[in-house]
């Protein structure tokens, strides 16, 4: 088995010829053997990122380490590194079987070795019966398989995937995203896997970095996130559907949330906040616990779940996610309850988490 | 469920005529929105084909018109004449000098102007411009060129210490300076062609070759030129077409001379057609141009298919 390599980014920047910098310094160290996503909408940098990372453009400025070494002038194939191309880059010219092997000679690799590596890799990803095939005779979920396969036979300790799974339909996505990710953990890689798709990332990441306009937004496991998000754009770019947010005013540790419903908390602040509460943590109220009432607006049934949507103030809709089946119309009145406890704060003007802000103080 | 299906049923058969009516008149339709370039196709193709076989059996007057049945005897005549087998030689040399080397020289341009760098567009516009200028106008250009006294291929010459050359005039080159000129005139509209065929290679490829750490020669070949084979398919055909059928240049640099050696087919053509007023055999050459331009096509069909990656 190749050696595990980590890798370390300092101050890395990008910025092109014309127009504004793409990043604005990235500092992240990702650990050997992580699966470890980089997320956000598009255009926040992320695909760039992970092209200074394949050496397919420079950076601007700051340093890239991969394993020990300086990398920044090391060319894309002396990185020791695989890549998985959105639209899987497979040569449409060559059958499945050259796919997976090509540049394979490259590394002074045996004929012998190599067939040994295509035929395992195949076996791995159940691409057997169609290594003579050419790509364009293949489905979607297959060619997928292909471009796996080829980043797999190098055995470079380092994969990159640019959004493998966008172009697949959604069962076939999800399929994919657990046996992504059993393969990662079968061979021991350290991954960097980047998608707009925040379900991905909160199922598949160790860790994950949340991009927004080229600024790292918050860096961690998924459930520290969706637990502690550090800012506004995390809390609702994170969770779906995402997070229930509105303006309210915190006086004499009571929440004033609108004219007629205000409740108590356990914050030390004073002032205008952001208030935040998921989906989940907004729940049917039962008699005796303190609630408020507003009008259904419309109602998904999931099966497994209700999503209720209403408007909490006129032209800021709220959602709330109920266990099991409801039956419930639009221009029901419901009864809602919020654990105190469940809420999130961010500051009016920096959009920060006050969790953070008073960590910080203390630090 | 099976109540609709019955009515949907009796709908049909109430529809029926109709359908048979409608369907008719969008066949109409059809042929209508045809019929412009039908008859643009049928006057000036289609008729003087049929035309210029017809005549190609009889003898003519200098009118042009057939006074007897010849049958065979035209092209029996030509297969005969030296001369005309002398054509038909210049005519492939001719091709052979300009297609592969005009193609070569595109396709290297294309892939020098394909590179992403600073003002490559200026390159680009350079590379293509040949394609703007007309027949003529690149005829005279080269007729300076070659100039024994004034030209610029023998000042170039004596500066390298070489003798002066009668490009034109001396039967041994005359060709292959005709050939230079036709080149140099095609390969903007080639050029052209190609560039966009490469531009048309996902970027993608070239990254994932690039990671994997094939060289330069190994991705043109491997990734390049089978991804690009549609396209230079195409342009071989289209070349090889053209040159069968080059006219305007030699008619402005050597009027098929010297001594005949540039008097290719279409040259000949013209010369028996409109000097000789042969009309006869000038039909029966074209006749014999076609179907040798239309046997190398199939030929390269037959061998293109194998060699060529559509997606």
Redesign the interface.
């Known amino acids: 088995m190749q050696q595990l390599k980590a890798l370390q980014l300092n101050q890395i920047r990008k910025s092109y010829q014309q127009g504004a910098e793409v990043l604005k310094g990235i500092d992240v160290a990702i650990q050997p053997g992580e699966f470890f996503v980089l997320v956000g909408p598009s255009g926040c940098g992320k695909s760039t990122l992970l092209r200074l990372l ?3 453009e420079d950076v601007s400025s700051g340093e890239i380490y991969i394993g020990n070494e300086f990398a920044n002038r090391l ?4 990185r020791e ?3 998985v ?3 899987y ?1 497979l ?4 059958t499945v079987e050259q796919n997976i092997m ?3 000679h ?2 002074k690799i045996a004929k012998e070795e190599q067939r040994k590596r295509c035929e395992e890799a195949a076996e791995m990803l159940g691409l057997i019966p169609y290594l003579k095939r050419k790509p ?1 005779e293949l489905s979607g979920g297959q060619r997928q398989r292909v471009a796996l396969a ?1 980043a797999i036979v ?1 055995h470079d300790p380092i994969c990159l995937m640019d959004e493998p799974l966008s172009n697949l339909d959604a069962k076939l996505r999800a399929k994919m995203r657990s046996e992504i990710r059993q393969l990662q953990r079968k061979l021991g890689i350290t991954m960097i896997y980047v998608t707009h798709d925040q379900t991905e990332a909160m199922t598949m990441a160790d860790r994950m970095m949340i991009l927004n306009q080229g600024v790292i937004q918050q860096i961690g496991k998924p459930l520290d996130i969706y637990n502690h998000p550090q800012n506004a754009f995390v809390a609702s770019f994170i969770g779906a559907p995402p997070m229930n947010m509105i303006p309210a005013n915190v006086a004499d540790s009571v929440l004033h949330i609108t004219e007629n419903w205000s409740m108590d908390v356990d914050i030390d602040w004073q002032g205008d906040v952001i208030a935040g509460v998921r989906p989940e943590h907004i729940q049917q109220a039962k008699s005796g616990t303190p609630s408020f009432t507003a009008e259904v607006v419309n109602v998904e049934m999931l099966g497994t779940e209700t999503l209720i949507s209403f408007e909490i103030q006129s032209g800021l809709q709220w959602t709330a996610k109920w266990q099991g089946q409801h039956q419930l119309n639009p221009g029901d009145i419901v009864s809602l309850f919020i654990d105190q406890n469940q809420m999130v704060f961010f500051d009016e003007k920096e959009k920060v988490n006050i969790e953070y802000q008073s960590l910080g103080a203390v630090q | 469920m099976n109540i609709p299906n019955v009515e949907k049923q009796s709908m049909k058969l109430q529809t029926k005529g109709h359908k048979r009516h409608r369907r008719r008149f969008s066949f109409l339709e059809g042929w209508l929105y045809l019929l412009p370039s039908l008859f643009l196709f049928t006057a000036f193709l289609f008729y003087p084909m049929v035309r210029t076989v017809y005549l190609s059996l009889f003898y003519t007057d200098t009118q042009g018109k057939p006074m007897a049945f010849a049958g065979m005897e035209n092209f029996t005549a030509l297969l005969s004449s030296s001369s005309f087998l002398l054509s038909v030689k210049s005519t492939f040399l001719f091709v052979l000098y300009t297609v592969p080397v005009g193609v070569l020289l595109a396709l290297g341009l294309a892939l020098l102007a394909n590179q992403k760098l600073a003002g490559i567009g200026f390159f680009r516009t350079i590379f293509s411009s040949t394609m703007g200028m007309s027949v003529a106008a690149s005829s005279v250009i080269w007729m300076f060129i070659y100039n024994p006294s004034i030209g610029f291929a023998n000042r170039l010459l004596t500066w390298f210490g070489l003798p002066e050359m009668q490009f034109l005039l001396d039967p041994s080159t005359a060709l292959i300076a005709v050939a230079v000129a036709t080149i140099w005139m095609n390969t903007g509209f080639t050029f052209l062609i190609l560039l966009g065929g490469l531009q048309n290679i996902d970027s993608q490829l070239y990254e994932s070759a690039k990671i994997a750490g094939v060289s330069t020669i190994y991705s043109l070949r491997k990734i390049t030129l089978p991804m690009l084979s549609p396209t230079l398919f195409f342009v071989i055909t289209v070349s090889m077409i053209n040159s069968f059928q080059t006219f305007g240049q030699i008619d402005i640099l050597t009027k098929g001379g010297p001594i005949d050696s540039t008097n290719v087919i279409v040259y000949s053509i013209y010369k028996d057609a409109f000097i000789n007023y042969n009309i006869g055999s000038a039909s029966a050459q074209a006749v014999i141009l076609f179907l040798c331009v239309f046997l190398v096509t199939i030929i390269q069909f037959k061998l293109g298919e194998r060699k060529v990656h559509y997606q």
């Not at chain 1, 060319?75 to 002396?78: D, I």
């Not at chain 1, 040569?91 to 060559?94: E, Q, S, T």
Request: proline content about 8%.
């Open positions: 394949a050496g397919l060319k894309p194939s002396e590194l695989s890549m191309f959105q639209n880059a040569f449409p010219h060559m090509f540049g394979l490259v590394k364009k080829r190098s």
